[in-house]
């Protein structure tokens, strides 16, 4: 069984940083795609960044560039996204996800593929103004 474990979640005051974790279990198809997406109560979920692993290319939702991070460390079979400057607009629970490389893109509306095979049960982020 496939099985993603985040990990790296908490609460921190705005301006602050977070590091996220995601190690995949039972997952190991290195050209394939991860990401990580997050749901704020109330609202949709909304793809923040993803990770394309056999190039290392990245994608990120206009919300977040220029201040996260994706990040992969195959030899771990762990992806990281490294979260700074946040906002009280990031407090979410946050989704590691793994899926077919077609899934990796960032449409012209701006928007992250979410259409992954494999979700993680998710980290708690909340940021306090």
């Known amino acids: 069984d496939v099985q993603l474990v985040e990990s790296g979640g908490g609460s921190v005051q705005a301006g602050g940083s977070l590091r996220l974790s995601c190690t995949a279990f039972g997952y190991t198809y290195y050209r394939d795609c991860m990401g990580w997406s997050r749901q704020a109560p109330g609202k949709g979920r909304e793809g923040v960044a993803s990770i394309y692993r056999g190039g290392g290319i990245t994608y990120y939702a206009d919300s977040v560039k220029g201040r996260f991070t994706i990040s992969q460390d195959n030899t771990k079979n762990t992806v990281y996204l490294q979260m700074n400057s946040l906002k009280p607009e990031d407090t979410a629970m946050y989704y590691c996800?793994?899926?077919?490389?077609?899934?990796?893109?960032?449409?012209?509306?701006?928007?992250?593929?979410?259409?992954?095979?494999?979700w993680g049960q998710g980290t708690q982020v909340t940021v306090s103004s």
């Open positions: 996800a793994a899926g077919a490389r077609h899934i990796c893109y960032r449409d012209d509306a701006g928007e992250i593929g979410l259409g992954f095979d494999y």
